[in-house]
């Protein structure tokens, strides 16, 4: 494609929920709530949003000006940016990430298509705490139904992609936004009107400051840069397609703001219902796939049909953020191998499926049948979890900054940022300071942290 015909967004609407869904995922359903709860409370949440509005945004803008000043995937936004040096290789960890990420990340995502399916045919009826562990575990072990499902998830992805930036992705994130939103509130409000739930609020929002330390602002930075997707060229991709009117700054905030409300409602989805029937919840897979299916039932034992559609509303909301996730992860990818090889957009995208799709199986079975196969001591799913959320992602963050801050032209900076001028932008000296300063000191001390070479 060449610049001039290259794909665009076709409205601010979509350019805000595209960005948005892109930031929006798992993450936010279950990984924050648990943060919340293990780190204070409401004392986690403020330190949170210091840590998006401070730190996460400012990167969120840097990655937003890159991807529209080259209008170029994310390989080729540093090789267009900074010709013929070694900045390339940024965006490249980034395709890759995105591509790892996809791998691993599907296999979850395939599991919220079983559970839409168990709770639809009314599978968790009747069922005991033990057998709901047992049913996960002979689940995900399994040498075939996950993969079923991850196809499957995979190939829906693939359709939206196909389809174009505006016809696919665009149009998709117009739909299952606002619906993933309506769903959200509908059981917000069945959760905290349970009886009971009034201990979970007080969990959620009581602010306990003894739990305040170091590493509770490590976790929450963490959270941060996981939960807004930085570091993995979805946002540097879909800011290519952005035009030249679009307002960064604004668009940076509107996607915090989404990102931040989601995760929160999902806190007071989970802690007022988990707390109604004595139930704390826990980390990981655990919670959404076997003490949320045993809390839901619990819950609502009074009223079986209440039991059903919460149950069902819940996992269909968990696919579509995944969903949201896995189109982004996707592009990332395809868009490299459309312009950077020529490959048309089906072929590219053909590629980047049947890849992931390879992968993805390798990581399923990796948790069943393939168990006792590890590389550095893990098998393959956790260590494509932890090479790109501890390490790839990390560092792409903090290259992003020093490159917007330090090595960028700043008359470019200026100019993408404030659009030419005709932006007013009183917060753009505090953006290049958090970019040159803050930021690298404060993703440096996540990096050693999360490796444990010094812990914090």
Known sequence: MTKIDRANFGSKLGVILASAGSAVGLGNIWRFPYETGNHGGAAFILIYLGCVFLLGLPILIAEFLIGRRSRANTAGAYQKLAPGTHWRWVGRMGVLAAFL??????????????????????????KTPTEFISSFQQF????????????????????????????????????????????????????????????????LLKPDFSKVDGNVFLSAMGQAFFSLSLGMGCLCTYASYFSKETNLTKTAFSVGIIDTFVAVLAGFIIFPAAFSVGIQPDAG?????????????????GVPILAYIFSVMFYVLLAMAALTSTISLHEVVTAYLHEEFNFTRGKAARLVTGGCIFLGILCSLSLGVMKGFTIFGLGIFDLFDFVTAKIMLTLGGLCISIFTGWYLDKKIVWSEITNDGSLKVPVYKLIIFILRYIAPIAISLIFINELGLIKL
């Open 101 to 126: 990420i996809l791998s691993y990340y599907s296999v979850v995502a395939g599991w919220t298509l079983e559970y839409v399916y168990e709770a639809l045919t009314n599978g968790f009826t009747g």
């Open 285 to 301: 897979p655990s919670l959404i796939f076997i003490t949320l299916p045993n809390v839901f039932q619990q819950a609502f034992s």
């Open 140 to 203: 995900s072990s399994s040498p075939w139904r996950p993969v079923l499902w991850l196809v499957l998830f995979l190939l829906v992805t693939h359709f939206i992609i196909v389809k174009g930036v505006e016809k696919g992705i665009e149009k998709s994130s117009k739909i299952m936004m606002p619906t993933l939103f309506i769903i959200i509130l509908i059981l917000v409000i069945c959760s905290v009107t349970l009886p009971g739930a009034g201990a979970g609020i007080e969990f």
